[in-house]
């Protein structure tokens, strides 16, 4: 993307708004190309945007923007967050005033370049963990009182499957692969993901935000278009996901918004209703 532009609505089902230009990729000074997907967070009074990029060497970053409101406009900071790498990033502000950075993306989203802490280009053609690996974990960091920064260590953040076992590389229907979210409900963390090439987003659950999660399955079968990014949100006493297809433009680059109510069981299991009309 070029720019981002931010919209709103009074209503799920209301008229959206449309604020205009955002933040522009020309006016972040360590940007090369392809700013890519993503999100805002909201702390004492003020807007927090995260967004991955390539640098000048080509390596996606992070980098932060801060604004006075929601829609913007955002103003980036010189360089991109100091230990940051690779996209999607989700940001969760809990309870506590402590606030977290959710991020990674195989394949195109570089992170299996990451697996010894520094980047190594040349793993870029390996595309995950194979054999008896388990799956390349996202990564979580605490970010500082000021949202600019990481406090201490990038952390893996752990996805256990039923057995109490990391996810294993193999199974691709459960494994992380990009579009990182978490959300709170009950004093429990919901941790939801892209499964990428299997085109499933999936959910884990965890007590505590830098985990470790265990899988619990899915939240929303292939939509049309190779993958799919979400948010999950409270409105109105209601929880809804926001995801995207290419249903209006059948071209994998030109994707639309969606929405569907979602609703909990009584043991928290989680799951859509009725899409929205």
Known sequence: MNDYHVISLDSIDGKVTDHGVALKADDIPWVSKQTWAPDCAEKNGKYYFYFPARDKDGIFRIGV???DQPEGPFKPDPEYIPGSYS???????DDDG????????IWGGQLQCWTSGEYDREAYSNMEANGDEPAIFPR???LTDDMHSFQGEVQQLVLNDSNGKPIHASKHDRRFFEAAWIHKYKGKYYFSYSTGDTHYLVYAIGDSPL??????????DPVQGWTTHHSI????????LFYHDTSLS???????VKVRELQYSDDGKLGVAQPQQ
């Open 87 to 93: 996209i999607d990033p989700a940001s969760f502000v």
């Open 211 to 220: 985990g470790p999660f265990t899988y619990q399955g899915r939240i929303l």
């Open 250 to 256: 059948d071209k994998n680059h030109l994707r639309c």
């Open 233 to 240: 949100v409270e409105f109105g006493g209601k929880w809804y």
């Open 65 to 67: 923007a801060v604004g």
């Open 98 to 105: 402590q606030a977290y950075l959710y991020f990674g993306g």
């Open 140 to 142: 979580v960091a605490k």
